[in-house]
């Protein structure tokens, strides 16, 4: 995850630096900006507005550290969705209070409130529905468990039935494992309801579709490659095997390959994580994969793209190696289930 730190006062440039510290120490990417130079720190030398907008398109949480009032000021112009936004959270100067603005489900927020709460030994201050009735989240268990939310705007009538204590229908093409939450049932009777599956049915008069992120992009290529040229062949191959780009959760090079332009372009046109591995441990994966001489020769592993597909999803290889204009895409599926072990999807548990 990376943070972008942002305070206004001496006393939060102090706070600032502490956090960012304790973050990184934490294995997050955290960077550090205030107004009154420090040591460890940027300086603000731009508008709150611009450099908010890099923040913005760049992070996954942006933190203030200061009043509540310049945050929202701030984000007002580049808010777009739930499902875009990155987390928003303001904590006050003296660390006393952590308060999640914006994406306290889908984002993160909330959670991450906790966890800065508890490096501060400040009071998280939430105020989702959900969260604080102790009640089952369903977009924090989809962001949990690996879902795409394909109609978000459905997720409100999911939330209201269950704050009235109404039945929730659930109905999914995935193993169930563990005892559903309250108000959640597999009825067919219930009035709104989750379906969980690859394709969309109206299963419910109000449906919420949820799509499993099963599949992993193993990616070769050369050095400096074409974004566009990238982007095609991954969307033609993806198209031939009938996958949505949706349903991928993650793709993965060698960690050579972990700088190239297109490739981190790509995960983030894809809104995925980018994982890369040494040829050390791509060597290391077991199963039987197309070899190449040249590829061993010059990354020294005999497969990059079918190795790395696997290693990151720790499934199985459902699309072998395809090699284009220098491109090398193969395609892994990992197993998923609906699980609802250990109360995820519930505030606190």
């Known amino acids: 995850m990376k943070i972008q730190l942002t305070s206004f006062t001496k006393a939060g440039g102090?706070?600032?630096?502490?956090?960012?510290?304790?973050?990184?120490?934490?294995?997050?990417?955290?960077?550090?900006?205030?107004k009154y130079?420090?040591?460890?720190?940027?300086?603000?030398?731009?508008?709150?507005?611009?450099?908010?907008?890099?923040?913005?398109?760049?992070?996954?949480?942006?933190?203030?550290?200061?009043?509540?009032?310049?945050?929202?000021?701030?984000?007002?112009?580049?808010?777009?969705?739930?499902?875009?936004?990155?987390?928003?959270?303001?904590?006050d100067e003296k660390g006393r209070y952590v308060i999640p603005v914006l994406s306290g489900h889908m984002g993160g927020?909330?959670?991450?409130?906790?966890?800065?709460?508890?490096?501060?030994?400040?009071q998280p201050v939430i105020?989702?529905?959900?969260?604080?009735?102790?009640?089952?989240?369903?977009?924090?268990?989809?962001?949990?468990?690996?879902?795409?939310?394909?109609?978000?705007?459905?997720?409100?009538?999911?939330s209201a039935a269950i704050l009235r204590g109404e039945t929730v229908g659930l109905y999914s093409d995935f193993p169930v494992?563990?005892?559903?939450?309250?108000y959640i049932d597999t009825s067919d009777n219930a009035h709104a309801g989750i379906y969980i599956s690859r394709e969309y049915k109206k299963k419910f008069s109000h449906t919420l579709h949820l799509i499993p992120k099963q599949y992993v992009i193993g990616i070769g290529c050369r050095k400096n490659t074409v974004y566009e040229n990238l982007l095609e062949v991954i969307n033609s191959v993806l198209c031939s095997h009938g996958i949505s780009?949706?349903?991928?959760?993650?793709?993965?090079?060698?960690?050579?390959?972990?700088?190239?332009?297109?490739?981190i372009m790509l995960a983030k046109h894809l809104k995925i994580p980018f994982y890369t591995y040494s040829a050390r441990e791509l060597s290391e994966v077991q199963g039987s994969f197309s070899q190449s001489d040249f590829v061993r020769e010059t990354t020294g592993v005999d497969n990059v793209c079918e190795r790395a597909a696997v290693k990151a999803g720790n499934g199985?290889?459902?699309?072998?190696?395809?090699?284009?204009?220098?491109?090398?895409?193969?395609?892994?599926?990992?197993?998923?289930?609906?699980s609802f072990e250990d109360n995820t999807g519930i505030f606190g548990s």
Request: with cysteine; hydrophobic share 45%; net charge neutral.
């Open 177 to 182: 494992d563990g005892s559903l939450p309250e």
């Open 37 to 91: 130079a420090t040591d460890d720190l940027m300086l603000l030398t731009e508008d709150i507005r611009t450099h908010t907008k890099k923040a913005f398109e760049n992070c996954n949480a942006v933190i203030f550290i200061g009043a509540a009032g310049i945050a929202v000021r701030a984000i007002a112009p580049y808010i777009r969705s739930k499902d875009s936004d990155p987390a928003v959270l303001v904590i």
């Open 245 to 263: 780009a949706c349903e991928v959760g993650a793709m993965a090079s060698i960690d050579i390959k972990a700088g190239e332009k297109a490739l």
């Open 14 to 34: 102090i706070l600032c630096k502490r956090l960012r510290q304790e973050l990184l120490k934490l294995g997050y990417e955290a960077e550090g900006c205030c």
């Open 109 to 122: 927020a909330n959670s991450l409130a906790v966890r800065l709460a508890d490096i501060l030994s400040a």
């Open 127 to 158: 105020t989702t529905a959900t969260d604080i009735n102790r009640k089952f989240a369903v977009d924090s268990w989809a962001e949990e468990h690996g879902c795409f939310i394909a109609n978000i705007e459905n997720i409100k009538y999911i």
């Open 316 to 338: 199985r290889l459902t699309a072998c190696k395809y090699s284009r204009n220098g491109i090398t895409v193969a395609i892994a599926q990992k197993e998923w289930r609906c």
